[in-house]
């Protein structure tokens, strides 16, 4: 019996000393030691710290060395009483609590009646004296002063030290979003959590909608990056949401930006035709309160992009010239390079397809090129509530719910569109119990559901590789043309996370003992060559329709991946 039990105390040390399986609260520690103007520790002392936005209080007594701690405090405005027998009552006001913040307020009471009451408003020191991890905070007056293009609100973490931004060139497909290397780790290598909930998505690099942004500044209070705790081998960036006070507070705005102002785009050749037209309108509300004050709290965002957006493109094409029959000497060659002089009948409805040259061409040469011009709308709505509850002097609960949604349709080639869709729902259920001065204990369920999904629906009619999928994909010495290849695409991940967190404090000493729990669910589908593809790497092999290789998936099936797996730590 003795064995097992000193085998239960040395895991708990060990799950105490390891903060690399712990996922970081969105909470801040208040802690210190109160002594008299002697320099004496006064134990016993009642100490009171209160959140003087929502009014909620949290009550310590001084250890026998003089010490207090208040672990897991919202983060937010707050002021802390310190009472004993003997000394005047002190006051510390003006503190303001940030995530991941370990303030230390130490108080030096004076002899006198206990009605005498001594003031002081004062932050907590600037320097850190408790804790050795590295890391930055992205303040509330830093989220509501900076200058942000976009609204992307995850773009200020560059600001940051050790911080390099790697820019995002593939807007077209999946890799979405703001990428970054902190301290040199790899790009994928950052996990975001929004009061707790991972906002990571299949790919595991960003937390942003399809159209490369991330909206709800409005609804963010704050975050701090660091590399304090587990998960990912780079940074953790503990994303906290606004929550309702005991004023109403809220905001309304709009953002518009037009082509009325924008410099001309380079391929608007025609110095003397019209601006590529551009309208974007950003705009949204946010409203908090109580409820009912001292005991529920509301907090509610919304915001909205609609966007639409002239893009002018130069895409090559094949001659006017290299289309007649017979073909020019010069324009076609077969492998074995001998002119090619006729069209085969099979691609004769692919070539009638290819928008014709609109811009001049050299006499000779196979490759010409067009000009277009299309508006690319895009659209997304981002929603969140947030609510929470005092339900008594040692429990306390807040709920959140996070909705993302958009839509892009770029134009690949005239007649042929990707249809990017994107979605991201966030849960947060989050209880905290109070068991005694020196043992709280934290809960937390959260449950992230991301989704990306491409398509490539066309409605021009050529010749089918599968019957029923309609035209295939050609890939030219133009390039590619047709439906995107990669299409049907779906990354779409589930994860719930369960973790609860027990702060012990006894005397000097903190212990912080924890559980986490992370059930991943990973669906993507690839509909790669689902429709049919045809390589022709020469003009000449196309004309003879004679593609250097081809394929399709069998059956008209496409790939499935569906896994599921479990960390615990």
């Not at 109160?34 to 007594?61: H, Y």
Request: charged content about 15%; proline content about 6%; aromatic content about 10%.
């Amino acid at each position: 019996m003795e064995r097992i039990r000193a085998w239960f105390v040395v895991a708990l040390l060990v799950l105490a000393a390891t903060p690399a399986l712990l996922a970081q609260l969105p909470t801040a520690t208040i802690l210190g030691v109160v002594k008299d103007t002697s320099g004496a520790v006064v134990p016993g002392a009642a100490l009171t710290a209160r959140n003087t936005e929502t009014g909620q209080t949290r009550s310590a007594v001084s250890a026998a060395d003089g010490s207090y701690r208040f672990a897991a405090l919202p983060v937010g405005a707050y002021e802390i009483r310190v009472e004993h027998a003997g000394f005047q009552e002190a006051v510390r006001s003006g503190l303001t609590l940030t995530v991941g913040q370990e303030a230390v307020v130490n108080f030096s009471l004076a002899v006198g009646a206990v009605t005498s009451t001594v003031e002081v408003t004062a932050e907590a020191p600037l320097v850190n004296t408790t804790s050795g991890s590295l890391g930055s905070l992205v303040s509330e007056q830093s989220v509501a002063d900076l200058p942000l293009n976009g609204r992307n609100y995850i773009d200020l973490t560059f600001l940051q030290p050790g911080i390099s931004k790697n820019q995002n060139m593939t807007s077209g497909g999946t890799f979405v979003g703001s990428w970054f290397s902190s301290n040199g780790a790899p790009l994928r290598s950052n996990t975001y959590m929004l009061d707790g909930a991972v906002m990571g998505n299949f790919l595991g690099g960003s937390a942003s909608s399809i159209a490369n942004t991330t909206l709800g500044i409005e609804g963010i209070r704050e975050w701090r990056v660091s590399a304090e705790y587990g998960l990912t081998m780079g940074s953790q960036m503990a994303i906290v949401t606004k929550s309702g006070t005991n004023s109403f507070h809220g905001s309304v705005f709009e953002y518009l930006r037009n082509s009325a102002m924008d410099a001309r785009n380079f391929a608007n050749q025609t110095q003397t035709g019209p601006q590529s037209p551009l309208r974007r309108n950003n705009f949204g509300v946010s409203v908090g309160g109580p409820v009912k004050k001292e005991r529920v709290f509301f907090f509610a965002t919304y915001e909205g992009l609609r966007e639409r957006r002239g893009i002018s493109q130069i895409a090559p094409v094949i001659s006017d010239e290299c289309r007649q029959e017979p073909v020019p000497t010069g324009c076609a060659f077969d492998s074995a390079g001998n002119p090619v002089t006729t069209i085969s009948a099979l691609v004769k409805p692919v070539l009638a397809l290819i928008p014709t040259t609109n811009l001049p061409t050299a006499p000779g040469n196979p490759l010409g090129q067009f000009a277009y011009s299309f508006t690319q709308p895009t659209t997304e709505d981002y929603g969140q509530g947030r609510i929470d509850v005092t339900i008594s002097a040692s429990d306390t609960l807040f709920g959140r719910y996070t909705h993302d949604e958009r839509q892009v349709k770029p134009l690949l080639f005239p007649g042929f569109v990707t249809d990017r869709f994107s979605k991201n729902q966030y849960i947060t259920v989050s209880e905290s119990h109070v068991f005694s001065a020196s043992l709280v204990n934290t809960f937390r369920f959260s449950f992230s559901d991301t989704k990306i999904q491409l398509t490539s629906p066309t409605d021009l009619v050529g010749p089918e590789f599968i019957e029923g999928k309609g035209l295939g994909v050609w890939r030219l010495p133009i390039g590619e043309f047709g439906p995107r290849f990669s299409t049907p695409l779906n990354q779409n991940q589930r994860l719930f996370t369960w973790s609860d967190d027990l702060f012990y404090t006894r005397g000097s000493h903190s212990l912080k003992f924890g559980a986490l729990i992370n059930h991943f669910q990973p669906f993507s589908t690839l509909g790669a060559a689902s429709v049919g593809l045809a390589i022709f790497p020469s003009l000449g092999s196309f004309y003879l329709a004679t593609p250097a290789a081809a394929g399709f998936h069998s059956g008209r099936r496409i790939p499935l991946q569906h896994t599921r797996f479990l960390r615990a730590g």
